[in-house]
């Protein structure tokens, strides 16, 4: 079955940086697209950045541009998120996420209905 797995959350102050990875399995990697979203209690999960099968196709939120960097690496079916400058309201719960390639990524990757596969979430904590 399809799995998504993903590791580096933990606690780091604001300014700092972290390292999130995603590993992919159970599936084509480079017949999808992969997201990061974020989710904080009683809330909805918000979109953070996504990137195409053949990373042509990059998104950012705005909060999160010039930040974070999302990058994949399909011989190893791995998905990375660089955040740097990390702020307070960058914490949360991060899922990496996995949707088939299709015609309306470009106009729908922030929208977490595009994605069929979800990782179990890691835990990244900004604070003093």
């Known amino acids: 079955q399809v799995q998504l797995v993903e590791s580096g959350g933990g606690l780091v102050q604001p300014g700092g940086s972290l390292s999130l990875a995603c590993s992919a399995s159970?599936?084509?990697?480079?017949?999808?697209?992969m997201g990061w979203f974020r989710q904080t209690p009683g809330k909805e999960r918000d979109f953070v950045a996504a990137i195409g099968w053949a990373s042509r196709n990059i998104y950012y939120t705005e909060s999160s541009k010039g930040r974070f960097t999302i990058s994949r690496d399909n011989a190893k079916n791995t998905v990375l998120l660089q955040m740097n400058s990390l702020k307070p309201e960058d914490t949360g719960v991060y899922y990496c996420?996995?949707?088939?390639?299709?015609?309306?990524?470009?106009?729908?990757?922030?929208?977490?209905?595009?994605?069929?596969?979800w990782g179990q979430g890691t835990q990244v904590t900004v604070s003093s």
């Open positions: 159970g599936l084509s990697f480079t017949n999808y697209n």
């Open positions: 996420a996995a949707g088939p390639a299709r015609s309306s990524y470009a106009a729908d990757h922030y929208k977490p209905d595009l994605y069929d596969y």
